[in-house]
């Protein structure tokens, strides 16, 4: 016997254009946690998908407890017991948490039905057993992102299977979702499942991984056990030369006041919230999951309709009651979650890109094709966007790389105020600190920049000043020069310091 649960061994696979993987591979040892590295376009949610046997590999072997698989198909693969958490949830909106679950293979009673009841009987027996507190009976569309995406955990575990794959499993969940993940993985592992997780986050690799295995552009680089590894190290391998600065804040000139929000309400959701940015300045916004500061943004860009308050854009009241207005004003808004509200999957790198500026492109009603394909191809460089081509479906580009299509897409319209959600979620560490440096000019031009974030490094590192909020209200505005993790914490949780303004 090898001793793996699983041997991949040659895989290679090509789309149009890309070679996406050239002769790789991956071993997992039977009760371990086996992290995948890399950065964005690396390969590793398409070496997942061909295990799973969601795509064919073109070339390469699949091995599973030493005896050769042949994988065709989705339903193999569950049968031979892969499953995998996706990076890109797609949750049926209508249907409630049970029948999600159970999406395809339905419990059926008497007569052959569908029986509802066992089904959410099921779900909250499987949610009891791990600790997850969502009522079977709600609908998909009424949770929230982080509880969908438990409920797609809960889901791949639900298959008993002997390899589970987590694809950027906690992008989307807060820091106490995290460690009840983590309980849960670390239990799965005691019981002999091995969990395939693929992160961009450091800190959950040392934390979590056993072994770890780095790919870059679509080739297999090395394969370690996580004790020989340091944070340096795994970025070396990753990206193939040192980053020294992660965060290269520039200085940049701070000026009048560009936007100033007064007294906003909106449900029980945004609690008279009152603050203001100024030109060059990266106003960022602290809080745990659920504190609102994605609503505030939503509100102020007319998303959601303001119950009351005011927004005044260079000193002038203005009224936003939809995005059109918001984008007139001078705003641009990236939110966070691109597979919901962000991409359209069929449509091509450029039509994604071009997507908030068109207006701009047809001064005389007619688009300027030549002018969009040139400055569409430059934002292509200037982020390092992967992409075969401007053609591309963007729904084809990996997650990373998607979320840069995106923030170009706001790019184009330069905005004066500039809100983004959530900027380096699911960004590799080389293209995150193009992100940020990118951000930083920004303001050095004079932009006003807010940044909802929930990485506490990326907060402290890029803000000027930090609003941090907790249920709903703003529990205190500070300084960077103030500014520490036990500060914003404590800020964050409603505990009283005093220095709350
Ligand atoms: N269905 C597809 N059609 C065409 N190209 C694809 C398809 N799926 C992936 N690719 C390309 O294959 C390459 C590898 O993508 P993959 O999604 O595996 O990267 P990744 O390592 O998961 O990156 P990320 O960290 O950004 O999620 C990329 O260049 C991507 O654009
Ligand atoms: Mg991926």
Not at 28 to 51: C, D, F, Q, Y
Not at 201 to 207: A, G, L, R, Y
Not at 302 to 327: H, L
Request: include cysteine; hydrophobic fraction near 40%.
């Amino acid at each position: 016997m090898s001793g793996y649960v699983l041997e991949m061994e040659g895989i290679s696979k090509a789309f149009p254009g890309v070679q996406a993987l050239d002769n790789v591979e991956l071993k997992v040892r039977p009760g371990t946690v086996h992290a995948l590295m890399g950065e964005n376009g690396a390969g590793k949610s398409t070496l997942m998908k061909i295990l799973i046997g969601l795509y064919q590999e073109d070339e390469g072997t699949i091995k599973l407890d030493g005896q050769l698989v042949k994988i065709p198909n989705t339903s193999a693969g569950l049968a031979l017991g892969v499953s995998m958490i996706h990076q890109e949830l797609s949750p049926v909106p209508e249907r409630n948490v049970a029948e999600n679950i159970y999406l395809g293979r339905e419990i059926t009673g008497k007569f052959g039905l569908v029986s509802q009841r066992t089904m959410r009987q099921a779900a909250q027996e499987l949610f009891d057993r791990w600790g997850i507190q969502i009522n079977p009976r709600s609908k998909m569309k009424e949770l929230s992102i982080a509880q969908t995406q438990m409920v797609e955990i809960a889901k791949a575990i639900s298959y008993d299977s002997r390899i589970i794959i987590m694809d950027e499993p906690t992008s989307a969940i807060t820091e106490v979702e995290v460690e009840h993940l983590f309980r849960i993985i670390r239990a799965l592992r005691t019981e002999g499942t091995s969990i395939i997780y693929i992160t961009h986050k450091m800190d959950e690799v040392f934390q979590i991984a056993d072994d770890v295995t780095v790919y870059r552009d679509g080739k297999w680089v090395a394969t370690k056990p996580a004790s020989e590894l340091d944070h340096d190290k795994l970025i070396t391998l990753m990206v193939g030369r040192e980053l020294t600065n992660l965060f290269p804040k520039l200085e940049a000139e701070i000026g009048e006041v560009v936007l100033e929000v007064k007294g906003l309400n909106r449900g029980d959701v945004v609690k008279d919230v009152s603050f203001n940015v100024r030109r060059g300045e990266i106003l960022g916004f602290a809080g745990l999951m659920g504190a609102g500061r994605t609503e505030v943004l939503e509100t102020v860009f007319g998303v959601e309709k303001a119950d009351s308050g005011e927004i005044i854009v260079e000193g002038k009241p203005v009224r936003v009651a939809s995005p059109d207005d918001a984008i007139a004003a001078g705003m641009g808004l990236l939110t966070e979650d691109r597979k919901l509200t962000g991409i359209m999957p069929i449509l091509s790198v450029r039509d994604n890109m071009v997507m908030a500026a068109a207006p701009k492109y047809s001064p005389s009603g007619f688009l300027d094709f030549a002018q969009i394909n040139k400055d569409c191809a430059e934002q292509v460089k200037a982020l390092s966007i992967k992409t075969p081509s401007l053609k591309q479906a963007i729904g084809n580009l990996s997650g990373g790389n998607q979320q840069k299509v995106l923030i170009s897409r706001w790019l184009l319209t330069s905005p004066e105020i500039l809100m983004i959600d959530e900027p380096t979620r699911g960004i590799d560490v080389g293209a995150k600190s193009e992100i940020h440096k990118l951000m930083s000019q920004l303001a050095q031009q004079g932009k006003a920049i807010i940044m909802v974030s929930s990485e506490m490094p990326e907060v402290l590192g890029m803000s000027d000043r930090i609003v941090v909020m907790h249920e709903g209200k703003v529990s205190g505005i500070v300084d960077r020069a103030d500014a520490t993790q036990e500060v914003i914490m404590q800020l964050a949780t409603g505990m009283e310091t005093g220095e709350a303004k």
